[in-house]
């Protein structure tokens, strides 16, 4: 069932942006030893892996010996990224592993406005040599409306518009501006929270068709799960194979299907709302 894994490979960040829910985990890494072994059972259920739950994967001190191993498994990579260190990687779009690149243009609110313009430079380089070589696809995220009223991420919103015709996709709210290129947003919500409503009716894709893993080793039923509140299981001393056999997981995944909610956290999240029908 599962067709996503999210990979934490380090839950450090450069940036402290309004929109993101900071972890109060141990700030690490991943070692790639770790990394390559969690990857190998994560390809027996699935290629598309996601470098991504919280923390900037650009700042790994292994990221591109990670990236090559992702090459050397066949893996279908997508990396989400703030963007602060893309230059630092100009062979990035060389590994053959890499599918799609997303860029969160909302941590231009986090930035000091006199960086914004080499910022947006960087992505936009980046983006136009991923239109050329044709085989990553990038996505430029504007997920919350409330952070396009900021100055520094209106400007890089009002810079596309001036450059790019936004050319309606298939996919709600995304717009074509160059070959494999997008811009996209996305309806707000609010991370899981004990001040959230309680709610014990309701669906989810978590553990169903996603899983994460954090960089501990944690493996948790989706990536808004920041702070390991669901631990499933951890890769250091389970198999993955074993954690997704286990009563906890498996309760959790048909309770998702009767649509009752058994975790108190998926409780409090209404971001799988959307899901409700």
């Not at 001040?195 to 309701?202: C, L, P």
């Not at 669906?203 to 493996?219: N, S």
Request: glycine fraction near 4%; charged fraction near 20%; proline fraction near 5%.
């Amino acid at each position: 069932m599962i067709k996503r894994i999210y990979i934490e490979i380090t839950n450090i960040c450069d940036l402290n942006c309004p929109f993101c829910e900071k972890n109060h985990r141990t700030p690490e890494s991943m070692e790639s030893s770790f990394f390559h072994a969690i990857l190998n059972q994560a390809m027996q259920i699935t290629p598309h892996i996601y470098l991504h739950v919280q923390g900037e994967p650009l700042l790994h001190p292994q990221f591109e010996e990670i990236l090559s191993i992702c090459d050397s498994e066949h893996a279908k990579v997508h990396l989400v990224t703030n963007g602060s260190f893309l230059s630092r990687y100009p062979d990035l779009l060389k590994h053959s592993s890499l599918s799609g690149i997303a860029v969160s243009l909302q941590s231009a609110a986090a930035r000091p406005a006199d960086h914004i313009p080499d910022y947006y430079a960087a992505i936009l380089s980046m983006a136009r040599q991923a239109s050329e070589l044709g085989t990553v696809n990038v996505d430029l995220r504007f997920w919350r409306s409330e952070g396009i009223s900021d100055l520094n991420t209106g400007w890089c919103l009002a810079r596309l518009h001036e450059e790019f015709a936004f050319e309606e996709t298939a996919r709600k709210n995304s717009y074509a501006i160059m070959p494999r290129v997008y811009v996209s947003f996305a309806n707000d919500f609010t991370w899981p929270s004990a001040g959230n409503a309680d709610d014990t009716h309701g669906t989810c894709l978590g553990a169903r068709t996603q899983m994460a893993i954090l960089c501990d080793g944690t493996a948790v039923p989706c990536c808004l799960d920041a702070e390991g509140q669901i631990p499933l299981g951890n890769l250091r001393t389970e198999s993955l194979a074993d954690i997704l056999n286990a009563p906890r997981y498996r309760s959790m995944v048909r309770g998702f299907e009767q649509h009752h909610l058994i975790e108190p956290l998926c409780r409090k999240c209404t971001y799988r709302s959307r899901f409700d029908h």
